[in-house]
């Protein structure tokens, strides 16, 4: 297990050694204060360009903060947060941004292909028409996104995962470097789960986005990850994803046995309810206790420490 | 004194024959009407459009109510109805504008506002006998004994949201449809609450000369609730909210002459016909 975990770690630095050397965000000694708590503090990390990264942590532990962070949103309280080497808040026009609950606080007849115009138009002062370009952008993002057979459906008239997909074709239209998603699945059936990966890798590989997505379900993503961060007491990190992707660190993450389970062709499953399973996998497992100190130790490049 | 001469004009059309009551339309007090109809209409619609996207009808109808202790007061110092009915109303507007977007759903904060503000809208009227005649028409309306001085300053308003719209349309709606995505695109969405909700006052203070404080909600929401189920796009259901609007002012002032109903039931009872129509057709579609 150890072996193939190593595998994939010099697979993955192999890719980031042909990357630009502008990180695609990064993150110096940041702290966030909302009111008198502290959110999280000391995140220092880099993400390379051209990656797919998951925000992982448990409720409550600071993810869309960190996202806002990333978009300029919130003021930090110590530290610098820099995106594609500028100020974070400064290069929003390359940045998607698709919340949790898109729409859901509007009672309005506005379409699906009015809805994704605003991507393009939206923060523009005075009357414009949309140009031919234009429209075929919009086209093209609810072809991406898998709604173009909706596009004049009104968004009142749309389930939540189909407002979720106009969301992602609103963020993609104005072809951003790096998009940012807020637990995209969580109104997706399984099926539209599944595309949006596809989606999601495509766009990677293709585009050259880099991606950014706070999920809970990692089963799902882990095919096309390339690191996580994780927040964990208290602290954003970031690893690649042979490091995160460890039983012992998502133990102690959600406080709670998770498992990873890798088969012969290198890929990981977690599975979080290891109780169910036939007995001889639980030689994976860790107490909390196991873990906060395989934690202590490990930082991004430190895996020789566990 | 208009409340009065609102009486006996309901009783002296009851009684006339039918080409005394097209003397009636002609004459200037029911072209001022008309006229007035017309420039509230295309307030009401546009403006509703937005009220009913972002969710601001009660903040709509409270603001009405805000303004009623600035309309009797008005009375009371002795200056225009309009002119401190719009400065409370737009007060108001401020104040819940700069609470945020979400605001418009804190009922209990807003009611227990628009509650105090009914009551001290009544105790200015108590304390001159003017403002305490000219209550009803605050509060139902007074559309036929709308002044030329009047119709210039709603041409006004008029102008003013029709420049601010044009201006700020699409990070308006942008931050209408999502205020999350709209700020990350950077969409300034506290100014664009704010002008909003002062847009909303004017055209509040406005349509108030028409229907009175009480009713208010009829022409500035139910009508851009109507054209809303029945369109598909902001601009048509802007354009729609306007016509059906009119429909209910003009086709309110008409049927008053001819029947002995004050004009306000009538525009209240059209606009509201339309609005369950505009329900039925939706609920059919499904």
Known sequence: ?306 | MITSAFSSFATVTSTLSSSAWIDILTAPFMVNAAIAGLLISLAAGFIGYFVIARKSAFAAHALAHIGLPGATGAVLIGIPVNIGLGVFALAGALTIGALGKKAGKREVATGSILAFALGLGLFFSRLSSAASQQMQAILFGSILTITSGQLWAFLVVDIVLFAVLALIYHPLLFSTVDENVAQAKGVPITAMNLIFMALMALVVTVSSQAVGTLLIFALVVTPAAAANTLTRSPLSSMIWGSVICLFSIWGGLVISTVLPTPPSFVIVTLSTLVWAISQGIAAARK
């Open chain 1, 1 to 306: 297990m150890q072996k193939l975990s190593h595998h994939m770690m010099a697979v993955h630095q192999t890719c980031h050694q042909t990357a630009s050397p502008v990180a695609a965000v990064q993150f110096s000694h940041v702290s966030v204060q909302r009111g008198k708590r502290i959110i999280w503090s000391h995140g220092t990390f880099q993400i390379p360009p051209h990656s797919v990264v998951a925000i992982v942590g448990t409720n409550g532990a600071g993810k869309t903060t960190l996202l806002n962070v990333e978009l300029g949103l919130i003021p930090v309280k110590t530290g610098t947060v820099r995106i594609w080497g500028e100020p974070a808040g400064t290069a929003n026009q390359h940045i998607g941004y698709v919340p949790q609950n898109y729409a859901t606080d509007i009672d309005s007849n506005i379409t699906a292909e009015q809805s994704v115009a605003l991507g393009l138009i939206g923060t523009r002062f005075g009357i414009h028409r949309l140009k031919n370009s234009q429209k075929a952008a919009i086209t093209h993002a609810l072809e991406l996104s898998g709604i173009a057979d909706k596009a004049n459906l009104r968004l009142s008239e749309m389930s939540g995962g189909m407002r979720q997909r106009v969301a992602i074709a609103q963020a993609l239209v104005s072809n951003p470097q790096l998009l940012l998603l807020d637990e995209p699945f969580a109104n997706l059936d399984i099926p539209g789960q599944r595309e949006l990966v596809r989606v999601l890798a495509d766009l990677n590989e293709k585009y050259n986005m880099t991606i950014q997505i706070v999920s809970h379900d990692l089963n799902l993503l882990l095919p096309i990850l390339t690191g996580a961060i994780y927040l964990l007491d208290g602290h954003p990190h970031y690893a690649p994803v042979g490091n995160v992707m460890d039983s012992k660190l998502l133990t102690h993450l959600y406080g709670t046995h998770v498992e990873v389970l890798k088969t012969a062709e290198g890929d990981m499953y977690v599975r979080p309810d290891p109780a169910v399973e036939p007995k001889g996998r639980s030689e994976h497992m860790h107490t909390p206790a196991e873990a906060a100190s395989f934690h202590v130790s490990r930082e991004p490049g430190g895996e020789d420490n566990s």
